[in-house]
C-alpha cells in the first residue's frame, strides 16, 4: 500500500495547477504560478542530484572488482574538472564564463558531432536492411516514400513548380506528410491527456510514496 | 474565461467522466479488450524468458523532464517501468531503467523503489539501477550506450521522448541480438526507430505500453477513452471540412 499522504497532496496539486490553467481566476491563478515556480526549481535541483548520483555510479564502477569500467576514470575526472572550472568561474571569475564556455563548447561540439556521423550511417546502413528486418507493404511503403521525400527536398525537382501537372503533383505530395504527422500528433495529445487524468485520479503513481 | 478554456473543460470533464465509466468491471471474454500487437506479445515473451536465461531488461525512459510539454512520454514510460520492474523484480539480473533528465532519473529510483516494495522484495531494491545517462540528448545516449554491451542486456524497452540519435540504442542493440520495442511521441525518432527497432511501435501507441503489460483496468480504460475521444475528433474535423466546402466556416 502506498502512502495515502503522498496520493492526496500530488492529487490536489495537479488539480490546482489544472483548476488554475483552464480557470485562471483570482488566487487559483496566483497558487499555479507558485507551484509551477517550485516544480522548476526542484526539477533544477534534481538535476544536479541525479548528475551527482551519476558519479557515484561510476565511482562505484571504478571500485568494483568483478567489472571495472576504466572508462568511468576519464568520467569521474572531466566530471571533477568542469564543475570545478565552472564554480571557479561563477564565484572567482577565473576563468572567465565566457572562456569557459567556449572550452566546454569546443569539446562537445565535436564529439556530438562525431556521434551524428555514426548516427548517419547507422541509419543509412538500417534503411538498406529495412527489407530483411520487416517485410510487407508498410516497409514498402516506407522505402518509396523516403525516396520520394529525398528527391522532392534534394531540390532536383525546384524546376517543377512552374510545369502546370508536376507543380499541383509536388504541392500534393508535400502535404501528405502534413497530414500524417497531424493524425499521429492528435493520438499523442489524446494519449497525453488520458495519462495526465490517470495520474489526477491517482490510478497511475510514478512516486514511492 | 475564453473559447480555449471552455473547451478545454468540457474535454477534461468528458474524458473524466469516460475514464471512470470505462474502468468499471464488464462483462467481456477475456483478452478480446485490446487489438493484438505483436511486439508486446515478444516484449511479454522476452520479459518471461529474461528471468530463465539470466539477462536482463534494459527500460529507456527518454530525455524529457516530466514538467515539460513532452512529460506525458515520460510519465507513460514510468507505468511501463513499474510494470516491467513487477514482473522482473525477483529476477538474477534485475531490470534498469536509464533517462535523459535528473528529474526523471529521481522519478525512476522512486518508482523501482515502489515497484520492489510492492513486490515484498525491498531489500533487492538497488538506486544504482535507475541513473542519468547524460544530461543532454547526445550525452544521453553516450552514456546509455556502454549497457548494451556491458550489462547482458537481453530486451531494450525504449519509451519516451526521444530525438532520432536513439536509432544508436536500437542498432548496438540488433548487432548484440537484443530485442528492442521502442515508442516515442517525437516524429524524427519513430521514423529513425521504423528503421532500426526490432518492434517499433507508431503513434499513441506508446501511450499503450502499461496497458499491454496488464497494469490494470484504468490503464485499459484509458485507451477506450482515446478511442472514443479520436471518434470525436474525426466527426469534428469531417464536419468542419464539410461545413468550409458549403461555405459556412
Do not use: C
Not at chain 1, 34 to 39: G, V
Not at chain 2, 66 to 78: K, T
Request: positive net charge; without cysteine; charged residues 15%.
Amino acid at each position: 500500500m502506498r502512502s495515502p499522504v503522498s496520493t492526496a497532496i500530488a492529487m490536489a496539486v495537479g488539480l490546482l495547477v489544472l483548476i488554475g490553467y483552464l480557470l485562471p481566476i483570482g488566487i487559483v491563478g496566483q497558487l499555479r504560478t507558485i507551484i509551477l515556480d517550485w516544480a522548476i526549481t526542484l526539477a533544477g535541483i534534481a538535476g544536479l542530484v541525479a548528475i551527482f548520483n551519476l558519479a557515484a555510479v561510476h565511482w562505484r564502477k571504478i571500485g568494483d572488482k568483478r567489472n571495472r569500467d576504466y572508462y568511468s576514470i576519464f568520467l569521474i575526472l572531466a566530471f571533477w574538472a568542469t564543475f570545478l572550472a565552472g564554480v571557479a568561474a561563477k564565484v572567482w571569475g577565473v576563468p572567465s564564463q565566457h572562456d569557459f564556455q567556449r572550452v566546454v563548447t569546443a569539446i562537445q561540439m565535436p564529439i556530438e558531432a562525431s556521434l551524428m556521423g555514426v548516427l548517419a550511417i547507422s541509419l543509412a546502413y538500417a534503411s538498406f536492411r529495412l527489407f530483411q528486418r520487416r517485410k510487407g507493404l508498410m516497409a514498402i511503403i516506407f522505402v518509396i516514400s523516403a525516396l520520394v521525400f529525398l528527391i522532392i527536398l534534394s531540390g532536383l525537382l525546384s524546376f517543377g513548380g512552374s510545369v502546370p501537372v508536376l507543380g499541383s503533383l509536388i504541392n500534393l505530395l508535400n502535404l501528405l506528410p502534413v497530414a500524417g504527422a497531424r493524425g499521429i500528433l492528435l493520438g499523442i495529445a489524446l494519449g497525453s491527456l488520458t495519462t495526465g487524468l490517470r495520474i489526477l485520479m491517482g490510478t497511475d503513481r510514478p512516486y514511492s510514496g | 474565461m475564453n473559447l480555449e478554456h471552455i473547451a478545454g473543460l468540457v474535454l477534461v470533464l468528458a474524458s473524466v467522466v469516460l475514464l471512470i465509466v470505462l474502468s468499471l468491471p464488464r462483462k467481456t471474454r477475456r483478452g478480446r479488450d485490446l487489438r493484438d500487437i505483436p511486439g508486446f506479445r515478444r516484449l511479454r515473451r522476452s520479459i518471461g524468458l529474461s528471468v530463465e536465461e539470466g539477462s536482463r531488461l534494459h527500460i529507456s525512459l527518454g530525455k524529457s523532464s516530466p514538467v515539460n510539454a513532452n512529460g506525458a512520454a515520460s510519465l507513460a514510460a514510468l507505468a511501463a517501468l513499474e510494470r516491467v520492474a513487477r514482473m522482473n523484480s525477483l529476477s538474477d539480473r534485475p531490470p534498469i531503467a536509464t533517462s535523459g533528465d535528473g528529474s526523471l532519473a529521481i522519478l525512476s529510483q522512486d518508482t523501482l523503489k515502489a515497484a520492489y516494495r510492492l513486490a515484498n522484495a525491498l531489500e533487492l531494491y538497488d538506486p544504482d539501477r535507475g541513473r542519468l545517462g547524460g544530461a543532454t540528448p547526445i550525452s544521453y545516449i553516450a552514456g546509455a550506450l556502454p549497457i548494451t554491451s556491458t550489462e547482458h542486456v537481453g530486451t531494450h524497452l525504449l519509451v519516451g521522448s526521444f530525438g532520432p540519435e536513439i536509432a544508436l540504442i536500437t542498432e548496438a542493440a540488433e548487432r548484440r541480438g537484443a530485442l528492442s520495442l521502442a515508442a516515442t511521441d517525437s516524429l524524427p525518432a519513430q521514423a529513425a526507430l521504423y528503421a532500426t527497432a526490432s518492434e517499433p511501435l507508431i503513434g499513441e501507441e506508446l501511450f499503450a505500453v502499461s496497458a499491454y503489460l496488464q497494469a490494470g483496468p484504468a490503464h485499459t480504460a484509458s485507451l477506450r477513452v482515446q478511442d472514443v475521444l479520436r471518434l470525436v475528433a474525426v466527426g469534428a474535423l469531417i464536419l468542419g471540412a464539410l461545413l468550409k466546402l458549403v461555405g459556412v466556416l
